[in-house]
């Protein structure tokens, strides 16, 4: 025998890459998402809560990368009030740009029941 025999008692077991375990669900969270871009450097993310907190009710604020965030308000008028009054607005000496995004929807995926292939 070589050095790259195996001895599998027979034949060797068969993957099937097409089959996953069982995933839990993911949860995506509720809202209206503002994604929040052009931000300078020194900009935090509490930063970001506190001046879209001041417009209405957060849901979540989160800094994605340096110079993007996410903003997700509980209803659409919130939102839409931030995107009027930040859109543009100079923070720490650059103009920030607020994009209202798909409203994010409370729903679950769960992997098994994604098709693959035909």
Same mark, same amino acid.
């Given at each position: 025998?070589?050095?790259? !025999?195996? &001895?599998?008692?027979?034949? $060797?077991?068969? =993957? #099937?890459?097409?089959?996953? @375990?069982? @995933? ?5 969270? %509720? ?6 871009? &052009?931000?300078?450097? @020194? /900009? ?16 979540? @604020?989160?800094? /994605?990368? $340096?110079?993007? !965030?996410? /903003?997700? +308000?509980?209803?659409?008028?919130? !939102?839409? *009030? %931030?995107?009027?009054? +930040?859109? *543009? ?11 209202? /995004? &798909? $409203?994010? !929807?409370? +729903? *679950?995926? #769960?992997?098994?029941?994604? *098709? +693959?292939? =035909?």
């Amino acid at each position: 025998m070589g050095i790259f !025999a195996h &001895n599998f008692g027979g034949e $060797p077991p068969m =993957r #099937n890459f097409f089959t996953r @375990s069982p @995933s839990p669900p993911a949860t995506v969270t %509720a809202g209206y998402r503002i994604v929040v871009s &052009n931000l300078h450097p @020194s /900009v935090t993310q509490i930063d970001i809560k506190e001046l879209f907190e001041d417009i209405g009710d957060l849901l979540e @604020s989160r800094l /994605v990368r $340096p110079g993007v !965030a996410e /903003v997700i +308000y509980r209803n659409l008028e919130d !939102a839409e *009030k %931030a995107v009027e009054a +930040y859109h *543009k607005r100079q923070l720490d000496g650059q103009p920030m740009n607020c994009l209202l /995004v &798909n $409203p994010r !929807a409370t +729903y *679950k995926i #769960n992997p098994a029941n994604l *098709k +693959y292939g =035909r």
